[in-house]
């Protein structure tokens, strides 16, 4: 059985963090009242300290207009080679701000915007964090699936995880 452990305040802030720094794509789902819903992968570019998420994305993009419609979004990211989740939900609002752009460039966004920081259809996505849960096994996958395999043989239990809520 896994140990619950809720996280709030700067330990929250901390795992989200952890978390989008080993593995910054993540799962982004927008109008949630929609099914199927509306999921496609992007690039989270920074957690800043308050823990908002931040997000490039083309002004025209149906992302974009759901989230003019609809402010709800929910994010999914998963490190799988260390066997960790965590599942943010949260409020969406598009941003155009040049000096914050300037802030989330990199190199490798001028493949989505090959206009460069002037692009025209350059917009930010900021998501601020309602709650979230994680999950860790503590281990890597490798490790896990050994212990799993074990217990299966042996009937023992496995080393249990932690998890909890994330309130930010």
Not at 48 to 66: A, E, I, P, V
Request: glycine residues 8%; hydrophobic residues 35%.
């Amino acid at each position: 059985m896994d140990n619950n452990e809720n996280l709030t305040g700067e330990d929250a802030l901390d795992k989200l963090k952890e978390m989008v720094d080993d593995a910054p794509v993540c799962h982004f789902i927008s109008n949630p009242g929609h099914f199927p819903l509306n999921v496609r992968p992007m690039t989270t570019m920074q957690v800043d300290g308050d823990g908002s998420l931040w997000f490039l994305s083309d002004k025209n993009s149906d992302k974009n207009s759901d989230i003019q419609s609809d402010d709800r979004v929910q994010l999914l990211y998963a490190h799988k080679n260390a066997s960790e989740y965590v599942s943010v939900a949260g409020k969406a609002e598009i941003v155009n701000d040049k000096e914050k752009l300037e802030e989330l460039w990199t190199s490798f966004a001028k493949a989505y915007f090959p206009g460069g920081k002037d692009d025209p259809a350059i917009s930010m996505i900021k998501v601020l964090p309602d709650g979230g849960y994680y999950w860790d096994t503590q281990q890597n996958k490798t490790i896990a699936l050994i212990k799993m395999t074990a217990s299966a043989l042996t009937g023992k239990p496995t080393e249990p995880g932690v998890k909890g809520e994330l309130k930010i």
